[in-house]
C-alpha cells in the first residue's frame, strides 16, 4: 500500500507504529474504536509492541495523525480492502 493511499484509508491490523513523541511501538489491533467515557471515536485501538496485550491499562487509542512513523504493515488481502471500503463508505457517510 503506498502511503498516499494510507493517509486516506487505515491501517491494517497487525501494523506497527511509533506515535510522535513517543518511544514505545505499538501493535495495532483494534478500528475505528469508541470510549466510552467520552463517547470519542479513534481510528485505532493499540497494544504495546512486542509485549502485545497486558491488561486495559496498556492499550492506547489514537488517531492516525498521531502517527510519526509506520514501522511495519499488517497483513491486506481482498478482505481487508472490503473491510476499507466499508470503512470509508460509513466515514463519509
Do not use: C, W
Not at 59 to 72: A, G, P, R, S, Y
Not at 75 to 84: A, G, H, I, V
Request: a negative charge; zero cysteines; glycine letters at 8%.
Amino acid at each position: 500500500m503506498e502511503e498516499r493511499e494510507l493517509a486516506k484509508s487505515l491501517l491494517p491490523l497487525g501494523s506497527i507504529v511509533l506515535l510522535k513523541g513517543a518511544q514505545k511501538k505499538l501493535m495495532i489491533y483494534g478500528r475505528k474504536q469508541i470510549q466510552m467515557e467520552s463517547n470519542t471515536l479513534y481510528d485505532y485501538l493499540g497494544v504495546v509492541y512486542p509485549e502485545g496485550y497486558i491488561d486495559p491499562n496498556y492499550t492506547f487509542l489514537f488517531n492516525h495523525e498521531d502517527i510519526d512513523k509506520i514501522e511495519f504493515t499488517g497483513f491486506s488481502n481482498d478482505e481487508e480492502k472490503r473491510f476499507q471500503k466499508i470503512l470509508e463508505d460509513v466515514s463519509i457517510g
